[in-house]
């Protein structure tokens, strides 16, 4: 049996919480650093809603754009590394929250921090061809500002909380899906967080563990190399050229990531769907709710050619093309 996998609906959640820039107050940081150097204007942190919270909205955004019946779902994965708790997963507490508890589904958490939500994408992808999946919920979900410290100027202004959804069913026609995923472990101390747990951002403490700690150039540097290296490989699988691709959505790390990869590929800048000025990066969520708020928007439509393609802690890097 060979199936192919199609997005039939995508969502997306903000958290409530929008900072801007300008409301980093107790850092010693501008407006104009932030901007000039990463692209980011605001993001979204939340308040009370915890990443089950959050993947809910999404969740019940994407079903009812795909028109399914939620109780046709089989498969929930959550690409998170911000869960509410160790265990359970975010995966089995959104099957409560969407009532489909007397319903057979395989629910479990994926992490591979912001490469998370392609490689949920690939795996449902291959039980989707092997006829295991029929219809699957997959949501890139994360609560990161549980593991900000919040002090740390090089790191707390990057990052988001949100969540992005899609449903994916075996209906595809498309014939140009191509994966690729690659993993550095002994890279662990370029980027790493370690425990979890809320915090009111107005009135945080220096933490002294469980935050998230990153050697920022030395990511950048991979990052440029990992979506060149994604998109290359997923191109060369594909057997199309980058001029049949309508979009590339990279993870939404940092506009200047992004335009130093369309230089050194010598790819048009528009062919980058980003929106990470105004979300800053949510990890996993980020290309979900990219794609999510693009399709809202009217840019990504029926048939069109595209490429996902991530990195993140791990290190980790994964592209998929896929036909909309
Ligand atoms: N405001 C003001 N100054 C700052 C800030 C800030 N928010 N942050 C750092 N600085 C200072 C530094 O302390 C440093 O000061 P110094 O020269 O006195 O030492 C100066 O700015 C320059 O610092 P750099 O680190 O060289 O700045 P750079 O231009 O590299 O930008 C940044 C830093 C934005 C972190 C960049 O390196 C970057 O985006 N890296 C990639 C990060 C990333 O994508 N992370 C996500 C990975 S995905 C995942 O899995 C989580």
């Known amino acids: ?20 820039n300008t409301d980093f107050t107790w850092l010693d940081t501008s407006d104009e650093w932030i901007t000039s150097r990463t692209g980011i204007n605001s993001r979204y942190v939340t308040e009370t ?3 089950s919270d959050l993947a809910l909205r999404a969740a019940v955004s994407a079903i009812e754009d795909a028109g399914i019946d939620k109780r046709d779902i089989d498969t929930i994965i959550v690409a998170t590394f911000t869960p509410d708790m160790l265990t359970p997963s975010v995966a089995s507490i959104l099957q409560a929250k969407l009532g489909l508890n007397d319903c057979p589904i395989m629910a479990f958490d994926l992490n591979s921090a912001c490469t998370g939500f ?36 090089g790191t707390c202004v990057l990052f988001g909380d949100g969540a992005g959804a899609f449903i994916c069913t075996n209906q595809g026609t498309q014939h140009v899906a191509s994966h690729f995923a690659n993993s550095r472990g002994d890279l662990e101390d370029v980027l790493s967080a370690e425990g979890l747990k809320l915090q009111d951002i107005s009135d ?12 920022g150039q030395a990511v950048f540097r991979f990052a440029v190399d990992a979506i060149s290296d994604g998109i290359r490989q997923v191109i060369e699988k594909s057997g199309l050229t980058l001029d049949q691709i309508d979009y590339i959505i990279p993870h939404q790390a940092n506009l200047r990531i992004i335009a130093h990869v369309a230089s050194k590929m010598k790819i048009p800048q528009e062919k980058f769907i980003t929106n990470l000025e105004r979300f800053g990066n949510t990890s996993a969520a980020s290309i979900p709710i990219a794609m999510a708020e693009a399709k809202a928007n009217g840019i990504l439509k029926e048939g069109q050619r595209i490429i996902m393609v991530g990195f993140g802690a791990g290190l980790t890097w994964a592209g998929s093309t896929v036909e909309l």
């Open 204 to 215: 945080a403490q220096p933490l002294t563990s469980g935050t998230l700690k990153m050697q």
């Open 118 to 153: 392609v490689m949920a994408f690939q795996t449902v992808s291959a039980f989707i061809q092997t006829g295991r999946t029929k219809t699957a919920l997959i949501v890139g979900a994360e609560t990161l500002s549980k593991v900000m410290d919040w002090h740390d100027r």
């Open 49 to 51: 809603e915890n990443t």
């Open 1 to 20: 049996m060979n199936e192919y996998v199609k997005i039939k609906g995508m969502g997306y959640a903000t958290a409530q919480r929008r900072v801007n």
